[in-house]
């Protein structure tokens, strides 16, 4: 099998331990990939290469370095089929949803492509005469991408092209199980004419290279997204180096369904996001919270939908779900369905591995659901990153915003209400970074800043506009054309 190397400087290289790791497929078990395995060396060999290649890019117009963004998205295009598939393989998500992730690279390459053009500064009058002035945005200079294995391919883009367009240069470090689909990015990019140097990809597990990329003086800027204990360490470390980070972590996401909602859409809604992914989204829905008189029939009606989802591999049409990551987090899974057990939480179906036929050889969990939880159980507290559900049941809706709010984390939220006054209520008074009304917790679009509050990040937010406030310094400017000296705050007073 091919050893798939690091990307430094234009060459492929392997890394100057010489070891190598494997990635999986979890929906067989079959070796998808050999990856090399990077210590601090190559963290520093990739630092210097994009520093030598930040002094070029920087000076790249904006407009130009949009034109190679335009090609990267069509570049994509090309190869979306490839790319999904291989996605599939190496984590498991179906061939659908592995389509959805390519295409949100796709739309994001476009999206920052044509702020090439835009990069807006701001003009501003002087308090004197004779004087002008504006502010600009400067690129930071090479930033580190550490990604999640979830979104192979959306993900780094959502980090990359934001990066790229404001001038900036990256180290790429992918997810170990997200590695095979993120050698495959990067050749894409070089396909589409990124300069050598300008994207650097690094392989190894996080543990072994990532302290390295957060205290490494090459790099200026750290992107996280991956667990809250890791990103929490991180994020203490780069504030020791001075550098900036941004952290991109957990979800407990809750649909909220009031009683006059319609339900048929609610269930739908609940389904695609609680299990679409087998569960492994940031934005997956974790909790519903519903009304006590929409209670039974929603229950009802999502226990019928739940036996109707089909396991399996994800390269098949007729799947609905795919495989867990690995075994390590599907016995993660199954320990917080025994939490949840032990809690006192009702499990109405699954809270089990799925081992029949061909799902013996890959990590299948069946779609879980507890009824009868509270809002301080471990289960509707905690992130579980799988396909498990808790339903919560409330009174009133300032008791359903109150318990969708009091977790540690706020990425997205979504309620199901028919009543407008219900909807401008929890508008005003969810605090999530992200909130649908009448839609499920996931499917954000790439031109809306996404992140969300409290422990989910620290203030910054990926795509959108937003994010060139992520990748950019404001430098204000003073140009003076009035050949005296003049002194602000004095001479006009
Ligand atoms: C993630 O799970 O980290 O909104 C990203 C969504 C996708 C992105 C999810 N567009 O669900």
Redesign the pocket.
């Known amino acids: 099998m091919e050893l798939l190397k690091n990307y430094i400087g234009g060459e492929w290289v392997e890394s100057s331990t010489g070891e190598t790791t494997e990635s999986y497929n979890p929906a067989t078990g079959e070796v998808v990939g050999l990856l090399t395995r990077s210590n601090e060396v190559d963290v520093q060999k990739a630092a210097v290469a994009a520093r030598a290649a930040f002094k070029t890019w920087r000076h790249t117009p904006a407009p130009v370095r949009g034109e190679i963004l335009m090609k990267i998205g069509q570049a994509l295009e090309k190869h979306k089929d490839e790319l999904a598939q291989l996605l599939t393989r190496e984590m498991g998500k179906v061939l659908a949803e592995a389509r959805?992730d390519v295409q949100?690279a796709i739309d994001v390459a476009y999206y920052f492509a044509g702020e090439g053009r835009r990069l807006f500064g701001q003009t501003m009058p002087s308090e004197l005469t004779n004087k002008a002035c504006m502010t600009l945005r400067d690129p930071i200079g090479v930033v580190a991408a550490i990604t999640?294995w979830?979104?192979p391919i959306?993900?780094p883009a959502?980090k990359m092209m934001p990066a790229l367009i404001a001038g900036n240069t990256v180290i790429f470090k992918p997810a170990s199980d997200g590695a095979v689909v993120a050698t495959a990015l990067v050749k894409v990019l070089i396909e589409a004419g990124v300069p050598s140097g300008v994207v650097n990809l690094i392989l190894g597990p996080g543990n072994l290279i990532g302290d390295a990329l957060v205290t490494n003086p090459g790099i200026d800027a750290i992107t996280f997204?991956g667990s809250t204990e890791t990103g929490t360490k991180m994020a203490a470390t780069a504030s020791l180096c001075n550098k900036r980070v941004s952290l991109?972590m957990g979800?407990k996401n809750a649909i909220i369904v009031m009683d006059d909602a319609d339900l048929d859409l609610a269930v739908d809604g609940i389904i695609w996001?609680a299990y679409?992914?087998t569960g492994?989204?940031?934005?997956?829905c974790s909790r519903v919270i519903v009304h006590k008189d929409a209670k039974e029939e929603l229950l009802n009606k999502l226990v019928v939908k739940i036996k109707e989802l089909k396991l399996g591999n994800g390269l098949d049409s007729k799947v609905d779900i795919g495989p867990v990551i690995n075994s390590t987090q599907l016995d993660s899974i199954h320990k917080y369905v025994e939490i949840g057990k032990a809690e006192g939480a009702r499990l109405l179906i699954g809270g089990e591995r799925a081992t029949e036929g061909e799902l013996a050889k890959g990590s299948f969990y069946r779609p879980t659901l507890f009824a009868d939880v509270t809002p301080d159980m471990r289960i509707a507290q905690e992130e579980i990153f799988g396909p498990v559900l808790s339903v919560i049941t409330i009174d009133s809706l300032a008791e359903s915003i109150e318990v969708n709010n009091n977790t540690r984390f706020g990425l997205?939220a979504s309620i199901y209400t028919q009543n407008i006054n219900n909807v401008y209520t929890a508008i005003r008074d969810i605090t999530t970074g992200?909130l649908y009304i009448n839609a499920g917790?996931?499917?954000?679009?790439?031109h809306l800043p996404?992140g969300g509050t409290r422990g989910t990040g620290n203030g910054h937010r990926e795509v959108g506009t937003a994010a060139i406030d992520f990748y950019t310094e404001w430098k204000s400017i003073y140009v003076d054309f009035s050949g005296t000296l003049q002194r602000a705050q004095i001479d006009n007073r």
Do not use: P
């Open positions: 959805g949100e999640a979830n979104f959306a993900i959502w997204t991109e979800g996001s679409g992914t492994q989204r940031c934005t997956a997205s992200i917790t996931i499917g954000a679009e790439v996404f």
